[in-house]
């Protein structure tokens, strides 16, 4: 077993004990129904691990049904400790008043605090379920000099974290690639993490990615996922879906320069100090074009500053679930959204298109990203 699933089996069963403390007062008497429970939560806990386990060793539908219970019950349990946690302060507060004689708790009081986080997780839990389905159009406009002439406008549309795998399937691509032809666009690009799962052919997603030809193509960088979910086997995805993966590299498209790189989850220690991937990305194309730079964190690599015109990222999901963006909010500042940057390329980072873990997602809306480069 690796670092990953030990920290995560250790968080993950923190988050399970404060659950069974706080929906103990629900139960009827008798310890049979608190072993049950115990159980219960047992299950539940080693239930991501099995479903990888189970992916990995081919046995696709009974992984994809295990995934709905276990990544639902994930979202359910992160929120049902907030709520909990809520619970806990407001029957505290009965309690202080109590003392000073303020109010009097009305009987069942614990029990009902209980109640009341169990509703409460639930309704934002469902309330996740749907957020995560409403797909958004976010528009983006970019006014630059460095277009050609007879070049009024481009329109780029990106994708980022569309996750495709056990939980995020052809209901989603078909969305996904029928508002994207909608748009037009004269160019796609992913910014990483377009899949993370072993169901690279079910229901034929290679062949809708495939019947998507923008006049300047489909172009792609490798984000972490791409790793957890086998390398081989996301190059090929990609290769078969369309999309020319930059590596490091950078290329002349139509008007436009674009460079990519590999997430830092792909690279090997190199032997010393040299040119960064950014810079070994860039090098050899005409400064005179406008530069768009795929990149799957939103992190910006100094060395790089004055070479590029746009960073395009993704991998944050915004927190997907609130109140975790001020986490990925505190690693990647630059989490949501337009940053222009003064005497630095700007960086738009992409909410994502699918979701990670959990099929939820609060106050984080997933996204297509239309961009609209225009003449200045």
């Not at 614990?110 to 309704?123: D, E, F, I, S, Y």
């Not at 996740?128 to 406008?153: F, H, Y």
Request: charged content about 15%.
């Amino acid at each position: 077993m690796n670092w990953f699933w030990l920290i995560f089996l250790g968080v993950y069963a923190s988050i399970h004990a404060v659950l069974f403390v706080r929906l103990r007062p629900l139960l009827p008497a008798g310890r049979g129904w608190s072993l049950g429970l115990a159980g219960l939560f047992l299950l539940l806990l080693l239930a991501p691990p099995a479903v990888r386990a189970l992916e990995r060793a081919g046995h696709d539908f009974p992984a994809m049904i295990l995934a709905w219970i276990a990544f639902v019950w994930m979202g359910l349990a992160g929120l049902g400790v907030l709520t909990s946690l809520a619970s806990w302060l407001v029957q505290g507060l009965g309690a202080l008043a109590s003392r000073l004689d303020l109010w009097t708790p009305p009987a069942g009081w614990a029990r009902g605090c209980a109640a009341a986080a169990l509703v409460l997780a639930a309704l934002a839990a469902g309330y996740g379920v749907v957020e995560a389905r409403s797909l958004r159009l976010e528009r983006v406009t970019i006014a630059t000099n460095k277009l050609p002439p007879g070049v009024d406008r481009l329109v780029v549309a990106l994708v980022s974290d569309v996750h495709l795998g056990l939980l995020n399937g052809h209901r989603l691509l078909s969305r996904v690639v029928e508002l994207i032809r909608a748009q037009n666009p004269d160019l796609v690009v992913s910014t990483g993490d377009l899949v993370d799962g072993n169901l690279f052919g079910e229901d034929g997603l290679a062949s809708l990615w495939a019947a998507l030809n923008p006049p300047l193509g489909k172009y792609a960088v490798l984000g972490n996922h791409e790793v957890y979910a086998g390398l081989g086997n996301s190059i090929d995805f990609h290769h078969r879906s369309g999309f020319v993966l930059l590596r490091d590299q950078g290329v002349a498209v139509g008007p436009l320069n674009l460079a990519g790189v590999d997430d830092p989850a792909l690279r090997q220690p190199g032997p010393g100090p040299g040119p960064t991937h950014e810079v070994k990305a860039l090098a050899g194309l005409d400064p005179s074009r406008f530069t768009l730079l795929l990149k799957h964190r939103p992190n910006i690599d100094p060395a790089a500053m004055g070479r590029v015109d746009l960073q395009l990222s993704g991998h944050t999901h915004q927190g997907q679930v609130w109140p975790f963006r001020y986490i990925t909010g505190a690693i990647h500042p630059m989490q949501a959204g337009l940053y222009p940057l003064d005497h630095q390329p700007a960086v738009y980072t992409s909410r994502g298109t699918g979701t990670w873990g959990p099929p939820m997602r609060i106050a984080a809306p997933p996204e297509i990203t239309i961009i609209e480069l225009v003449r200045r």
